[in-house]
C-alpha cells in the first residue's frame, strides 16, 4: 500500500481542537519524506473542542479535504481509504481508543505508519498521557529533554520505547528578533485553564492593565485564544473578554486575536503564565517573561520553565527588567539555540529524524505489523474499557451497537439534528456547567 518516498503521499490528520489540528497538519508536512508531494486529509473529531470555521481559518494551515466525524465515522473512513501516513492528534484518551479502533479495523492487513504526540510542553500527567500514546509508529517528543523522559516512562514499564522520536514544534518560525518597535509592545499571551479561578485571573489582567497606565508610550496587547462560545484544547470558564467588561482601560491596552505568529511579528516583550507562546517566542529570539506571581507551581505549568532565565514578576517588569535567557535550557527545549530560526542551526534538521524513519517504515518488506499498544484488556482491565467506551468501542476496539453513525452516512435530517444536538452540548459545557460548578463552590 504505501507510496515511495519519493513519489505521491496520502496523510490523514486526526484532531480534536484547534491547536491540535495545527500541530497535526504542519507536523505531517514537516514530517513528509523530502521529495514526496504530499495530499492531506484533515478529519475534526466531533466533541465540545471541535474547531470553528474562524478558529480554522486563524490557524491558516490548509488541507485537501476537511470534515467532521464521530469515531465510528473516522474508523470506517479509514478502512476505505489508503493512506500511507496517519497523524493522530488527540488528547491520550483519543489516541489510545483510536489506536485499538484502528487495530481492529486493520487487523494484520496493510496500514499506514501512524504518528502522535504533544501540541507543547508536558508538564503534567506525564506517565499516564505518554501510555495512553503508546502504540503508535512515532511517538514525537517536542526537544531532546522530553524525548529522555518518554523514554524513561515507557522503559520503566517494560514498554518498547523504539517509537519515541526526537523532533520540535511544528509551528516555530518567523523572522529572528532584530530590536524594538515603535511603540515598544507587550503582549501577554493568555491560556484558556491556566490559571483557572476568577481571583487569580482578575490579577493577571489588573496587573496588565496597570502596566500599560505606567507605560503610556507602550503598546499593551492581551492576545486571546477564542471568542466567548468558542472552545480550544482547554476549557475556558472564565474569558478574559468578559472579565474586562466595565473597567477603564487606558487608550494604549488593546485585546487582540488572530495568527500568534503575526502578533509575535511586531513583540518586544513577551509575558505569559505558561502558554507555548513562550516557546514560539524565545525560537525568535523575542524577550520573553514566564510570570512567578502566582508562584512557580506544577498546577501552573510554569515550574516547566525553572532553568530558563525566564522567571520574573510584574513587579519587575514594570521596573524595566528585561530576561536573558538561558543558552543551555533552551537548546534542550528544542528552540533556535545556533544560528537564526528560520535557517541554520538546529532546528532545520529537527525533523530529520522523524522523516527517515517513516520513509524506513513505508519501504518496510511485508509491510507493517498490527498496532500494538502498551494497554489492552490484560494489562489495564479496570481502566482501558471506560476509555474505549467514551468513544463507543469495546474492549477488542470494535464500534459498540447503537455507535453514532457506525453503519452508514448521515442523512440531510440526521445531519441538521446532530448540529442542533451539538449546539446543545456545547452550550452545557461551556456555559451551564460552569455556573453549577462555581454554585457548589458556594
Known amino acids: 500500500m504505501p507510496a515511495s518516498a519519493t513519489k505521491s503521499l496520502r496523510v490523514a490528520v486526526l484532531a480534536d481542537s484547534d491547536t491540535r489540528w495545527k500541530w497535526g497538519a504542519l507536523t505531517a ?28 481559518q486563524e490557524v491558516g494551515v490548509q488541507a485537501d479535504s476537511l470534515r467532521e466525524v464521530t469515531a465510528a465515522e473516522f474508523l470506517r473512513a479509514m478502512t476505505g481509504e489508503s493512506y500511507d501516513v496517519l497523524v493522530l492528534a488527540l488528547v491520550g484518551g483519543g489516541v489510545q ?45 517536542n526537544s531532546a529533554h522530553d524525548a529522555d523522559r518518554f523514554r524513561a516512562v515507557f522503559e520503566g514499564v517494560g514498554a518498547d520505547a523504539s517509537a519515541v522520536t526526537e523532533v520540535a514544534l511544528p509551528f516555530l518560525g518567523g523572522e529572528p528578533y532584530t530590536g524594538e518597535h515603535e511603540p515598544y509592545t507587550v503582549v501577554f499571551a493568555a491560556q484558556p485553564s491556566v490559571p483557572d479561578s476568577r481571583r487569580d485571573r482578575a490579577y493577571l489582567l489588573n496587573r496588565l492593565i496597570e502596566h500599560a497606565r505606567r507605560h503610556p508610550e507602550r503598546e499593551v496587547l492581551l492576545k486571546l485564544r477564542s471568542k466567548p462560545g468558542e472552545h480550544t ?19 494604549n491596552f488593546q485585546l487582540v486575536y488572530g495568527h500568534m505568529g503575526d502578533v509575535l511579528d511586531r513583540t518586544d516583550l513577551l509575558v505569559t503564565i505558561s502558554s507555548t507562546a513562550a516557546l514560539e517566542s524565545l525560537h525568535r529570539r523575542i ?19 525553572t532553568g530558563s532565565g525566564c ?29 537564526t530560526p528560520s535557517g541554520g542551526g538546529s532546528y532545520a534538521t529537527a525533523f ?59 442523512g440531510p435530517v440526521r445531519q441538521i439534528v446532530r448540529r442542533a444536538a451539538r449546539g446543545a452540548y456545547r452550550h452545557g459545557v461551556q456555559r451551564v456547567a460552569p455556573v453549577i460548578r462555581r454554585m457548589g463552590e458556594l
Do not use: C
Not at 236 to 245: G, I, N
Not at 379 to 388: D, F, K, R, V
Open 311 to 339: 522567571l520574573a514578576s510584574w513587579d519587575q517588569l514594570d521596573a524595566g527588567h528585561r530576561p536573558a535567557p538561558d543558552e543551555e535550557w533552551v537548546a534542550r527545549q528544542g528552540v533556535a539555540a545556533g544560528g
Open 352 to 410: 530529520d529524524t522523524a522523516r527517515e524513519r517513516i520513509a524506513e517504515l513505508l519501504e518496510r518488506p511485508g509491510g507493517l505489523p498490527p498496532l500494538n499498544p502498551y494497554y489492552t484488556p490484560e494489562t489495564a482491565p479496570g481502566y482501558l474499557p471506560g476509555i474505549l467506551a467514551r468513544h463507543h468501542l469495546g474492549p477488542d476496539g470494535a464500534p459498540l451497537p447503537g455507535a453514532p453513525a457506525a453503519d452508514k452516512e448521515p
Open 97 to 141: 481508543a483510536m489506536l485499538h479502533g484502528l487495530r481492529h479495523a486493520w487487523g494484520t492487513g496493510p496500514r499506514p505508519v501512524v504518528v502522535t504526540g504533544y501540541v507543547g510542553v508536558v508538564y503534567e500527567k506525564l506517565a499516564d498521557g505518554l501510555l495512553l500514546r503508546h502504540g503508535a509508529d512515532l511517538v514525537l517528543a
Open 29 to 56: 508536512q514537516r514530517v513528509a519524506p523530502s521529495g514526496a508531494e504530499m495530499k492531506l486529509d484533515g478529519y475534526l473529531l466531533r466533541g465540545r473542542a471541535t474547531p470553528t470555521a474562524r478558529q480554522l
Open 233 to 251: 484544547t482547554h476549557i475556558e470558564e472564565l474569558p478574559y473578554q468578559k472579565l474586562v467588561q466595565g473597567k477603564d482601560v487606558p487608550a
Open 287 to 305: 524577550p520573553t517573561v514566564v510570570l512567578t506571581d502566582l508562584g512557580v507551581r506544577e498546577v501552573l505549568g510554569n515550574h516547566h520553565f
